[in-house]
């Protein structure tokens, strides 16, 4: 049986969210007539303590239609140099006469003040930041960093994006409700399809006028989506059931950590590995990151490789306790096979 841990947006939708989706209430969200869609938008929205939600497809998608709908065609748009809007998110292509900035934050848990007062000078600058970071391990960005960065960057003129697709797990992990987090940005991307398990699915949340904004940008994008409903119902099962298991994740992601740290040739820093992410950087003499990948694959164990120099571990309701030793095992026997070749 094959152990996944490339990513949790593999996870398989609970029973409940199956039936969910059979039993959904459909209408023509295209014309906001979904009223499962619009239960859907109007609970995160309160969750998150934002005037309006809407539901998109990714994350991806989430983050594009927030930058679309609050900066302006020549703005000046920061962005963290390792985040997912800089790596994935391909939001040059959507501004092709913005000026793009990069910053560089501490393992994603701090912000520079060097950064925050050269950012921001012209009218409808962002700022943008990620919590949980994923290239920096699934890191938390601390409260009160971000309400730093918020009063900083407001006080400028400025506005504040916050690509949370892993916002619940930073929630669980430090025991602060949604809203305290998003209460420093204006505008948030959550995602439903990672830890909370549901098919796919994102919120965009903010301020009314800028969610009718992006709206009008989803439908421009060919997102309009007609009885979206049967995607919003299993998203709306993961948020009023499936978040408070995401320690679930944490205490595995932990586990592993502690067993590969223990390991000849292998870097985990332990004091990173804070929710459902653990990096780890091979030093073996003959195992590249990718032939360590490769050697897993073979052995049933699927990881993502992200460098050169790191592989990334992530755990989610599909991963056991007994998954975690017996990776451990392999890489283990792995490892040492090796270095006797």
């Given at each position: 049986?094959?152990?996944?841990?490339?990513?949790?947006?593999?996870?398989?939708?609970?029973?409940?969210?199956?039936?969910?989706?059979?039993?959904?209430?459909?209408?023509?969200?295209?014309?906001?007539?979904?009223?499962?869609?619009?239960?859907?938008?109007?609970?995160?929205?309160?969750?998150?303590g934002k005037e309006a939600a809407l539901l998109t497809t990714t994350a991806t998608l989430g983050n594009q239609l927030a930058l679309l709908s609050t900066a302006a065609p020549e703005s000046d748009i920061w962005i963290e140099e390792h985040s997912h809007i800089a790596t994935h998110d391909y939001t040059t292509f959507l501004f092709?006469?913005?000026?793009?900035?990069?910053?560089?934050?501490?393992?994603?848990?701090?912000?520079?003040?060097?950064?925050?007062?050269?950012?921001?000078?012209?009218?409808?600058?962002?700022?943008?930041?990620?919590?949980?970071?994923?290239?920096?391990?699934?890191?938390?960005?601390?409260?009160?960093?971000?309400?730093?960065?918020?009063?900083?960057?407001?006080?400028?003129?400025?506005?504040?994006?916050?690509?949370?697709?892993?916002?619940?797990?930073?929630?669980?992990?430090?025991?602060?409700?949604?809203?305290?987090?998003?209460?420093?940005?204006?505008?948030?991307?959550?995602?439903?399809?990672?830890?909370?398990?549901?098919?796919?699915?994102?919120?965009?949340?903010?301020?009314?006028?800028?969610?009718?904004?992006?709206?009008?940008?989803?439908?421009?994008?060919?997102?309009?989506?007609?009885?979206?409903?049967?995607?919003?119902?299993?998203?709306?099962?993961?948020?009023?059931?499936?978040?408070?298991?995401?320690?679930?994740?944490?205490?595995?992601?932990?586990?592993?950590?502690?067993?590969?740290?223990?390991?000849?040739?292998?870097?985990?820093?332990?004091?990173?590995?804070?929710?459902?992410?653990?990096?780890?950087?091979?030093?073996?003499?003959?195992?590249?990151?990718?032939?360590?990948?490769?050697?897993?694959?073979?052995?049933?164990?699927?990881?993502?490789?992200?460098?050169?120099?790191?592989?990334?571990?992530?755990?989610?309701?599909?991963?056991?306790?007994?998954?975690?030793?017996?990776?451990?095992?392999?890489?283990?026997?792995?490892?040492?096979?090796?270095?006797?070749?």
């Amino acid at each position: 049986m094959t152990i996944d841990f490339r990513t949790d947006s593999g996870t398989q939708p609970t029973e409940e969210m199956r039936q969910a989706m059979y039993e959904a209430v459909l209408g023509d969200d295209y014309y906001g007539e979904d009223p499962t869609v619009n239960l859907l938008e109007k609970t995160a929205a309160e969750m998150l303590g934002k005037e309006a939600a809407l539901l998109t497809t990714t994350a991806t998608l989430g983050n594009q239609l927030a930058l679309l709908s609050t900066a302006a065609p020549e703005s000046d748009i920061w962005i963290e140099e390792h985040s997912h809007i800089a790596t994935h998110d391909y939001t040059t292509f959507l501004f092709p006469r913005a000026r793009f900035h990069t910053y560089l934050s501490g393992n994603g848990m701090e912000i520079k003040d060097t950064d925050l007062e050269a950012s921001c000078t012209t009218p409808n600058s962002v700022f943008c930041l990620e919590n949980t970071h994923n290239r920096h391990g699934g890191t938390i960005l601390p409260l009160s960093e971000m309400k730093k960065v918020y009063e900083q960057i407001r006080k400028k003129g400025g506005r504040v994006h916050l690509d949370g697709a892993r916002l619940f797990n930073a929630s669980v992990a430090t025991k602060i409700p949604l809203r305290e987090f998003a209460r420093y940005a204006d505008t948030v991307v959550v995602c439903l399809c990672k830890g909370l398990c549901a098919p796919t699915g994102a919120i965009l949340a903010g301020p009314e006028q800028t969610i009718k904004k992006a709206r009008n940008w989803r439908k421009r994008m060919g997102s309009g989506m007609p009885q979206a409903g049967i995607i919003a119902a299993p998203g709306y099962v993961g948020l009023k059931k499936m978040i408070p298991r995401l320690a679930e994740d944490h205490l595995l992601a932990k586990k592993l950590a502690q067993g590969l740290a223990q390991l000849p040739d292998l870097n985990v820093d332990l004091s990173l590995v804070q929710t459902n992410i653990v990096l780890v950087h091979p030093s073996h003499p003959k195992l590249s990151a990718e032939k360590i990948t490769d050697e897993l694959k073979k052995a049933g164990i699927l990881v993502l490789m992200l460098d050169s120099r790191t592989i990334r571990f992530v755990t989610d309701r599909n991963i056991h306790s007994e998954d975690i030793s017996k990776t451990v095992e392999v890489m283990n026997h792995l490892l040492n096979g090796w270095k006797t070749c």
